[in-house]
């Protein structure tokens, strides 16, 4: 079945760059793109970008100068990579796999990140 | 970038009651709107994509409606475990956008 599961560092201080990593299984990457999407706590779901399967990527243009998102296909992970984190980065991290065409019908469990010093 | 705006913020109801929560955009998104389901601490859920169509194992008392700019997202007889927040999402153009949300809590 369909699997996604999102694995980061928790804590991380100010101004230090982030990279979470999303492990997929039961689909291969050459064929569904990932999204992410944050929540921070208490607040709503903020769409940041997505990389297809061929490698592609569009982003959230609010964030589209801090953010990076790549994969390896042979791993079955996704990356998202922000530098110079801020507070307000503070969030729920998600990845997830579109049904055929769209909305978000695979969701991994989250990850958080807390941006503190 | 496309502004999706929900009302209610919140809606109390009572179990068996049926309700409408209401998803507008900014400018038209043809039917390329989504709706999804969040409890507390849990992922978002895929109740209905592309304005109205279904999705396997969601309860048949979720359906969707709309094109353009207005959406709704109807329960027919709200069941305790209903409960939580809804969000809509546009996919019709980047970024895809997520509405503020719709808290349905119990009266």
């Known amino acids: 079945q369909v699997q996604l599961k999102e694995s980061g560092p928790g804590l991380v201080a100010p101004s230090q760059s982030l990279s979470i990593t999303c492990s997929v299984s039961g689909f291969s990457l050459t064929n569904y793109g990932v999204h992410w999407v944050r929540q921070p706590p208490g607040k709503g779901l903020e769409w940041l970008g997505v990389i297809w399967a061929g490698g592609s990527t569009n982003y959230n243009s609010a964030l589209i100068s801090r953010l990076s998102i790549t994969k390896d296909n042979s791993k079955s992970q996704v990356f998202l990579k922000i530098p110079s984190l801020q507070t307000d980065d503070t969030a729920m991290y998600y990845c997830?796999?579109?049904?055929?065409?769209?909305?978000?019908?695979?969701w991994g469990q989250g990850t958080t990140l807390t941006v503190s010093s | 970038d496309i502004v999706l705006t929900q009302s209610p913020a919140t809606l109390s109801v009572t179990p068996g009651d049926s309700v409408s929560l209401s998803c507008r955009a900014s400018?038209?998104?043809?039917?390329?709107l989504h709706w999804y389901q969040q409890k507390s601490h849990e992922s978002p859920r895929l109740l209905i994509k592309?304005?109205?169509q279904s999705i396997s194992g969601i309860p048949s008392r979720f359906s969707g409606s709309g094109s353009g700019t207005d959406f709704t997202l109807s329960i027919n007889s709200v069941e305790t475990e209903d409960f939580g927040m809804y969000f809509c999402q546009q996919s019709n153009s980047w970024p895809h956008t997520f509405g503020g949300g719709t808290k349905l809590e119990i009266k």
């Open positions: 400018q038209s998104i043809s039917n390329n």
């Open positions: 592309y304005a109205s």
């Open positions: 997830a796999r579109a049904l055929y065409g769209s909305g978000l019908g695979y």
